[in-house]
């Protein structure tokens, strides 16, 4: 039953930030589950995940991408509709993390790429996704937020502000099309292991010390983040929008 629901079979998903990571874990998670998979990614590394998907018998292919400029994720969801007809599901998943600096010294042009990926890449994905959707009757969306996006870290806040901005854009979207059969729900992760914080996990008391803060003292593997993904963007979570899912070991549970 549960196999059945999480069945991806004929359907189309869109993945931003898949070379890596979580948006790499989700893009083979939709392939296993029988999803026509699209990856989008400013570098070439996004075909290897495609090359993966291709070689376990699945359908997918990449284009070069930056979700921070309108043409370029339009271009996107173009190529989606082009190459497999439709577009069911997507997770707008791409994200930089900028260096750790108290706000003061926070360099603007960091600042600026933050909010540009982050926070503007999830609208301009949304906004060309959603209009094909409504055309359509309906979809699913996930977007990536973060414990950092429910609350604050220190040294963190071009990212804090970026990652809240998304849970505000999810709920925003959710309500303008829940009566048109399309469904946005945020993921909010805790610390995985990704390439994103391998500088933080490098360090082994910075590690210890980050680890420390989270229930389970472990970081996740992307995979356990995808299975929240796929979760999202079914039908078992058909009643389920404007919400932000932590997957994140309990660390906002204290
Ligand atoms: N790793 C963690 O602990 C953690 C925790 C919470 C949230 N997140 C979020 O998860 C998401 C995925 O990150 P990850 O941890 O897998 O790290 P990652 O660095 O492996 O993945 C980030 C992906 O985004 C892509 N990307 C960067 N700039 C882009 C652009 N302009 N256009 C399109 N793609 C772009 C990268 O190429 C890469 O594929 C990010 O939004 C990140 O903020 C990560």
């Excluded at 699209?38 to 993966?52: C, V």
């Excluded at 804090?160 to 399309?182: C, P, W």
């Excluded at 472990?218 to 079914?234: H, K, M, Q, W």
């Excluded at 932000?244 to 070991?249: E, M, R, S, T």
């Amino acid at each position: 039953m549960v196999e059945q629901l999480l069945d991806y079979t004929g359907k189309v998903a869109l993945v931003t930030g898949g070379s890596t990571g979580i948006g790499r874990a989700a893009a083979l998670a939709f392939a296993r589950q029988g999803a026509k998979v699209a990856i989008g990614n400013p570098s070439d590394a996004g075909q290897k995940t495609a090359d993966e998907i291709l070689g376990l018998g699945g359908e997918a292919f990449f284009l070069k991408t930056d979700v921070s400029r309108a043409e370029s994720v339009e271009a996107l969801v173009n190529a989606t509709l082009d190459t497999f007809g439709g577009l069911d599901c997507a997770f707008n998943n791409a994200g930089v993390l900028p260096p750790t600096v108290s706000l003061a010294d926070v360099d603007d042009a960091d600042f600026d790429r933050v909010i540009g990926v982050d926070l503007k890449g999830v609208f301009l994905c949304m906004k060309y996704e959603i209009r094909h959707m409504l055309k359509v009757g309906g979809g699913a969306i996930v977007n990536t937020a973060s414990v950092a996006g429910v609350i604050a870290d220190p040294g963190m806040a071009a990212y804090v502000a970026a990652k809240h901005g998304v849970v505000g854009l999810t709920k925003a979207a959710a309500l303008d099309y829940a009566t048109q059969g399309i469904r946005v729900n945020a993921v909010a992760p805790g610390i995985v292991r990704t390439p994103m914080i391998e500088r933080w996990l490098r360090d082994e008391a910075f590690a210890a010390n980050l680890l420390a803060g989270s229930p389970m003292h472990r970081a996740a593997d992307p995979e356990e983040i995808a299975g929240t993904v796929l979760f999202l963007c079914s039908s078992m979570a058909s009643f389920t929008t404007g919400q932000v899912y932590l997957a994140d070991g309990g660390q906002t549970a204290h």
